[in-house]
Nanobody, 122 residues
Framework: QVQLVESGGGLVQAGGSLRLSCAAS????????MGWFRQASGKEREFVAT??????TTYYADSVKGRFTISKDTRAVYLQMNSLKPEDTAVYYC?????????????????WGQGTQVTVSS
């Protein structure tokens, strides 16, 4: 069993930056594809970014490309968010996919964190 815990959310002004972290307990996720998703109030959960198990491949939603960066080390996966916009406001979730298949589909991920709130004020 893998437990994922996100941290780093908060309130920031538009144009600002935040760095989200996701730590795993119970098992290392070095062999897992990791992803970040977000869900705004009243909307469906949407893909943000994903990184391959090796860390060598990353993929981003068009809405965050050039502003967000996903990375990982042996202890955690990170989402560096720059040039934040009010439309980035959402609960952000990290997720782990154990099949080593990089994917943007939420249902393909096996483990999820509890989420961390990011609020961007205009």
């Amino acid at each position: 069993q893998v437990q994922l815990v996100e941290s780093g959310g908060g309130l920031v002004q538009a144009g600002g930056s935040l760095r989200l972290s996701c730590a795993a307990s119970g098992r290392t996720f070095s062999n897992y594809v990791m992803g970040w998703f977000r869900q705004a109030s009243g909307k469906e959960r949407e893909f943000v970014a994903t990184i391959s198990w090796s860390g060598g491949t990353t993929y981003y939603a068009d809405s965050v490309k050039g502003r967000f960066t996903i990375s990982k080390d042996t202890r955690a996966v990170y989402l560096q968010m720059n040039s934040l916009k009010p439309e980035d406001t959402a609960v952000y979730y990290c997720a782990a996919e154990t099949g080593r298949k990089i994917t943007t589909i939420p249902s393909a991920y096996d483990y999820w964190g509890q989420g961390t709130q990011v609020t961007v004020s205009s």
